[in-house]
């Protein structure tokens, strides 16, 4: 009795099929039997754990028999004769039907006491530690590979951002600087406006002056002005509006009024233009 109490700290860590070889040792060193068969089912609906002694291609002969009867078998304990040409068996069936686990073990002896009241006692003790056992490896089991496979989605997902970083990273820092030469184009147009405020305040403009502080008077509003710098940058339509928060319609907008006040009709005349009189 004491090597059975034993058993449960014997199977920790141990993995399912270990419990259930370790189960039919301690049976066959304690009871001193001839065969033993143990199936502890699945309850997640994975393939059950069978297992025999003694080990060979097929299941003893006196346990055969009565697994064919099985489904015939009253639920517990229950003890059948068997005689065969080699002698008359006595094959023990106990019946797993634990809300989270079951099963079947049958031993046989050719003992004819056999199980005696202490040794179906021995059964019971055994059997309902080694399914509780097998259970526990079992959910340590796949919470393991819960685990396992969370941690390599995350490996996936941080090698797949990296490679999206990888990718865009030339995109955006090209952004970048059509960001920051927009910026820099409103701030040049804001400077000149200033100036031209001040200057009108001073007095009556020298067109000298307002030749240097400008390159050409441009006819353009401000917002004509930054489409017309973006555009002579190589931008499409679609980049120029994502930059400036405008829709594609009003900065097509924007450009027909461009082209007409500065007299040109296609992006390469527009972009010579911009390039002559300084805007980029």
């Known amino acids: 009795m004491g090597a059975l ?3 449960p700290a014997l199977w920790v860590d141990h993995e399912p099929g270990e419990i259930a070889t370790g189960l039919l040792s301690v049976l066959f060193s304690v009871l001193r039997l001839d065969g033993a068969y143990a199936r502890f089912d699945d309850p997640e609906g994975g393939v059950p754990l069978v297992i025999w002694r003694p080990s060979g291609t097929a299941v003893p002969v006196e346990l055969g028999v009565v697994l064919d009867a099985e489904r015939s078998l009253a639920p517990g304990i229950t003890t059948t ?33 056999f199980p005696t009241a202490m040794e179906t006692h021995l059964l019971r003790v055994a059997i309902s530690q080694a399914a509780i056992a097998i259970h526990t490896a079992r959910r340590l089991g796949r919470e393991h590979e819960a685990r396992v496979s969370a941690e390599r ?9 990296r490679s999206l970083v990888d990718e865009v990273e030339p995109s955006l820092a090209s952004l970048s600087k059509h960001v920051h030469d927009a910026s820099r184009l409103v701030s040049d147009v804001d400077d000149w406006n200033a ?22 008077r441009l006819p353009l509003t401000r917002r004509e002005l930054e489409v017309l ?5 190589g931008l499409s339509n679609k980049e120029i509006a994502g930059i400036l928060w ?16 500065i007299g040109v009709a296609r992006r390469s005349e527009a972009t010579a233009f911009a390039l002559r009189n300084g805007v980029v």
């Open 5 to 7: 109490l034993a058993l």
């Open 81 to 113: 004769s068997v005689g065969l040409d080699a002698g008359a068996y006595r094959v023990t069936n106990v019946a797993l039907a634990l809300p989270w686990e079951t099963g079947r073990v049958l031993v046989s002896a050719r003992r004819s006491d």
């Open 153 to 161: 989605m995350l490996v996936k997902q941080n090698e797949l951002l």
């Open 195 to 216: 100036t031209r405020l001040s200057a009108r305040a001073a007095g009556p403009p020298n067109e000298a002056e307002e030749k240097a502080a400008r390159p050409a």
């Open 229 to 233: 710098g973006l555009l002579a940058q």
């Open 246 to 261: 405008l829709s594609d319609r009003t900065v097509e907008r924007h450009i027909t009024s461009l082209y007409r006040k």
